[in-house]
C-alpha cells in the first residue's frame, strides 16, 4: 500500500446495510469468545463512497483488537452515527487499555505498545497502522481514546455522500493509487 501500488475500488455504499452485515460477520466469528457485542445504529444512516472491503477491514481489525485485548468475559460497544458531514464509527472496550506514552504511536506500523507486548496476545503492529492507511486514503481520520486499566475507544470519520452534489456519478475519486 505504502509503495502506490494498492488501489482502491469506489462504489456508493448502504452503510447501514454494510455495517449491519459486518456486525454479524463479527457475531460469526465470535465463536468460543465470551464477549458480547452491544450496537447502536439508526435505522438510516447517510450513503458513504469508498472501498468496501478495504474499509470492512479497517472496522474488523478494530472490532478483532477488543477480544484480544479485552479479559473475558468482555463487552464491546460499537456504534455509528452521522456528525455534520461525516460518518462517526466507535468502537469501545473496557479492555487493558493503552498507556499515555504508547497512545501517540499506536498507528505507526510495527509499534506494540508496552501493555500490548506483554500480553499473549498475537500480531505484528500493523493493524492499526493499515486501519489509518485505509480511512487516510478514503479522506476520513481514525482517533484513539484509552486510559490504561479503562479500555480503548477507536472513533473513524469518513465523509459521507454530500446531497448537494451526485457523488455517486462522479469519476472513481479512490481509484487512483494511494
Avoid at 475500488?9 to 466469528?29: H, K, M, V, Y
Avoid at 472491503?53 to 477480544?67: F, G, H, Q, R
Avoid at 469518513?158 to 457523488?167: A, G, T
Amino acid at each position: 500500500m505504502e509503495d502506490g501500488r494498492k488501489q482502491y475500488r469506489s462504489e456508493p455504499i448502504d452503510t447501514s446495510a454494510w455495517l449491519t452485515a459486518l456486525l454479524g460477520q463479527f457475531q460469526g466469528e465470535l465463536n468460543g469468545h465470551q464477549v458480547a457485542l452491544e450496537t447502536r445504529l439508526p435505522p438510516a444512516l447517510p450513503a458513504l463512497r469508498g472501498d468496501r472491503d478495504a474499509l470492512s477491514a479497517a472496522v474488523l481489525n478494530l472490532l478483532d483488537n477488543t477480544v484480544k485485548y479485552s479479559p473475558e468475559p468482555a463487552t464491546v460497544w460499537f456504534e455509528a452515527e452521522c456528525c455534520e458531514n461525516s460518518l462517526a464509527i466507535r468502537v469501545r472496550d473496557r479492555g487493558i487499555g493503552i498507556a499515555e506514552e504508547d497512545r501517540p504511536h499506536v498507528f505507526e506500523k510495527f509499534y506494540r505498545g508496552s501493555v500490548g507486548g506483554a500480553t499473549a496476545a498475537k500480531g505484528a503492529g500493523i493493524g492499526l497502522a493499515l486501519v489509518r492507511h485505509i480511512v487516510t486514503a478514503h479522506d476520513g481520520r481514525v482517533e484513539c481514546q484509552s486510559h490504561l486499566g479503562e479500555g480503548s475507544i477507536f472513533v473513524i470519520q469518513l465523509p459521507i455522500v454530500s446531497e448537494h452534489r451526485d457523488k455517486i456519478t462522479q469519476p472513481d475519486s479512490l481509484s487512483q493509487n494511494v
